[in-house]
């Protein structure tokens, strides 16, 4: 079976960091696109960030110079380090696999989400 499984999420102040991790199993995340989506408070669920293959990356404007993704092949991992955190980060981020970009759950597999809450 295939699951995503994140942690790291919590509560944390504005300008603060967090580690989020997304725990695969069911597929190797080594030639896998993965993603990072975050769904804000009574917003929509937006794609935060992708790692191709382990390779090549892609933030949101919103987010660039603040997080990085990346992956551990060896741990079956993928991981978004969150710094410099702003309170509109607050919301749920989801881990996803094949997601194609798309909107969140649209496609691929999903985990069941962290929450992440910034105060000021």
């Known amino acids: 079976d295939v699951q995503l499984v994140e942690s790291g999420g919590g509560s944390v102040q504005t300008g603060g960091s967090l580690r989020l991790s997304c725990t695969v199993s069911?597929?190797?995340?080594?030639?896998?696109?993965m993603a990072w989506y975050h769904q804000a408070p009574g917003n929509e669920c937006g794609l935060v960030s992708t790692?191709?293959?382990?390779?090549?990356?892609w933030y949101a404007q919103s987010v660039k110079s603040r997080f990085t993704i990346s992956q551990d092949n060896a741990k079956n991992t993928v991981y978004l380090q969150m710094n410099s955190l702003k309170p509109e980060d607050t919301g749920v981020y989801y881990c996803?696999?094949?997601?194609?970009?798309?909107?969140?759950?649209?496609?691929?597999?999903w985990g069941q989400g962290t929450q992440v809450t910034v105060s000021t």
């Open positions: 790692i191709i293959a382990g390779d090549a990356t």
């Open positions: 069911g597929f190797s995340v080594e030639n896998s696109d």
């Open positions: 996803a696999a094949d997601s194609n970009g798309g909107s969140c759950f649209d496609y691929g597999y």
